[in-house]
């Protein structure tokens, strides 16, 4: 880490429980929101306006899940915050019916999201390492997850980041402790939660079996790419790659 790099802001919330019984959610994912320091202005702006348009109580945060709950509404949060300026995404998705049967993350929820957790901390280190203009410093803000203990997510990152594991991520670049906050401390969490909610949509199936990809699909100029490709980069899938690649709507996102 070098004092005088320019930083990088790292935003990261979930879609997905962590359980892996019947009842549980399919898929566990993170959506996280890259933005350069001196671009949080024009996010920042773009929240303020969707919490203003979608009359969300002042002092409340905007969440996908309360306050974007129609199509239309759905498409007016991706139109606004996929225009915003230089900002990029990297999700990672864990398909739970993939996860091997004596696999610690089947019985165990911290060893589940911490190892999530780790894949999306690798990308956003090798994106500030790959920045436009140059290697950032990376400040790191996870939503905060109620009733869970986020020192283990700490410790586990603090322990790969001290092995340099892997050793090919530059672990150097992370400014300070990896922090988790609440959404309505910071504009870019509930940023974050937005695009989580797109991909989500896109993800799971209605009533009907009937998909809403639309928005997930609009992101993807904005998801990380490594010599043009976004697959294990920008959008990391742990899983079968059948499934993801079988969805109707995945060729329209030319991964």
């Known amino acids: 880490m070098s004092a005088a790099a320019p930083l990088l802001r790292a935003y990261i919330d979930e879609t997905g429980d962590r359980g892996v019984s019947g009842k549980s959610s399919p898929y566990f994912a993170f959506a996280c929101v890259l933005v350069g320091d001196e671009d949080e202005a024009p996010m920042r702006a773009a929240l303020s306006q969707l919490r203003r348009d979608l009359n969300v109580p002042v002092g409340r945060p905007l ?11 759905r498409q007016h949060v991706t139109d606004v915050l996929t225009a915003v300026p230089r900002i990029r995404l990297n ?4 398909e739970k019916a993939a996860i091997p049967a004596g696999a610690g993350m089947r019985t165990d929820q911290a060893v589940f999201y911490n190892f999530a957790a780790a894949l999306c901390m690798e990308r956003i280190l090798l994106a500030a390492g790959g920045w436009p203009g140059g290697q950032r410093d990376v400040v790191v803000r996870f939503g905060h997850v109620r009733g869970f203990n986020h020192q283990t997510t700490r410790d586990y990152l603090d322990h790969r980041a001290r092995r340099q594991d892997p050793s090919w991520v530059p ?8 922090h988790f906050n609440d959404q309505t401390s910071f504009d870019g969490l509930q940023c974050a939660d937005a695009f989580a909610g797109m991909l989500s949509a896109a993800l799971r199936p ?9 928005h997930l699909v609009r992101t993807r100029p904005l998801i990380r790419e490594y010599r043009g490709r976004c697959w294990g980069t920008g959008f990391k899938w742990l899983g079968n790659e059948a499934t993801i690649r079988g969805m109707p709507w995945w060729p329209e996102m030319n991964i």
């Open 63 to 73: 969440h996908w899940k309360d306050h974007v709950k129609t199509f239309s509404r």
């Open 91 to 94: 999700y990672v998705v864990v």
């Open 171 to 178: 672990w150097r670049l992370r400014r300070g402790d990896v």
């Open 206 to 214: 209605d009533q009907f079996g009937n998909y809403e990809p639309h």
